[in-house]
């Protein structure tokens, strides 16, 4: 805004009428007392004029040109509400308008269609009111019973075959053998092994167990080359010497590696173990760092124990042939 008034200044300074006997090196004085402008001339400029005479200076009005920007700017402000020009019919219409708008009287409120609120009652709210409000709500309420009693009887009347019943689903587990490890009846059983002799076997165990720890279940694995007993139970199940990973889910034996990351890939592995408990441990076991077996604490790993006195030692019926036993924190 204030650009504004500067330029606009600028501009009716420039419409003064320069003095002819004055060089373009004239000063422009302001005198603070009276408000006024004044143009003089040095003394050098007026004494190399010949044809000077002593003249009046020019007296400029500061107010006058602050009046007439503010004129201008009125105008320039009023541009933006002017209404375009009205012929001699519109302006009779306007005017029919205004008269008949003003004849109207305004309509009267009936203050006693209210009732006053009660400070001391239970509800501010008008009881009638409050009825009709009720009454609707139990409308509503009685058209949705009757709409959910009669899509409970057509759902009825639909033949067995086509009923939609979640009970009614068949177990996806049924479709497997029934072949269930001990202590394996409700639970996710693994087969596994931690030689690396055979390379294709160890990574076979590796990618079935990282497939149940990203599922985020509870299995218990059994590492056949730390125990014996493991080996010749899993030989037992299946009926014959077979390599490892082998997957156990609920007493239901599922398959190998391939079997198992083929059910991953159709999506048929998620319905298998529902029901199981998730692992919530987050970490490796603080007792066996997730080898799952520590050393005896009978024989400290080797196995034999030395009599008090002479004799011969013997060997500890505690640990396995590994002088390990199985972790009792977490197997």
């Known amino acids: ?3 504004m ?14 003095i002819g006997y004055l060089k373009p090196d004239r000063i422009l004085q302001v005198n603070a007392l009276d408000g006024y402008l004044y143009t003089r001339a040095p003394l050098a400029a007026i004494e190399e004029c010949p044809n000077h005479t002593a003249q009046e200076p020019e007296i400029i009005d500061v107010r006058e040109l602050m009046k007439d920007l503010r004129d201008e700017e009125t105008e320039s402000d009023d541009k933006e509400n002017v209404r375009p020009e009205m012929n001699e019919n519109e302006i009779a219409v306007e005017s029919k308008i205004k008269d008949e708008s003003a004849a109207v009287p305004l309509p009267e409120i009936d203050v006693t269609s209210f009732r006053r609120p009660d400070l001391n009652s239970g509800s501010l709210f008008d009881p009638k009111l409050l009825a009709a409000f009720e009454q609707a709500v139990m409308e509503v309420k009685a058209r949705e019973a009757e709409r959910r009693s009669r899509i409970e009887e057509e759902i009825n009347e639909l033949p067995p075959s086509k009923s939609r019943r979640i009970d009614q689903a068949p177990d996806p587990l049924t479709e497997f053998e029934e072949r269930c490890p001990p202590g394996g009846s409700g639970t996710v059983v693994l087969y596994t092994t931690g030689l690396r002799g055979i390379r294709k076997t160890f ?28 080996r010749e139970e899993m030989w037992r199940i299946l009926g014959g010497k077979i390599a490892p990973p082998r997957l156990f889910i609920k007493g239901r034996y599922v398959g190998g590696a391939e079997e198992v990351i083929g059910l991953h890939e159709q999506g048929r592995l998620k319905p298998l173990i529902q029901g199981i408990p998730i692992d919530r441990n987050g970490g490796c076991c603080e007792g066996c760092v997730g080898f799952r077996f520590i050393v005896c604490f009978n024989c400290n790993g080797s196995r034999k124990i030395l009599p008090e006195g002479d004799g011969d030692a013997i060997v500890c019926a505690e640990c396995n042939e590994n002088g390990l036993i199985v972790c009792p924190f977490c197997c």
């Open 1 to 3: 805004m204030k650009a």
């Open 5 to 18: 008034m500067k330029g606009k200044l600028l501009k009716k300074l420039k419409t003064v009428k320069a």
């Open 203 to 230: 990574e076979d165990c590796q990618k079935v167990r990282s497939l149940l720890e990203n599922l985020r279940i509870l299995f218990f694995e059994r590492d056949v080359s730390m125990h014996a007993e493991y």
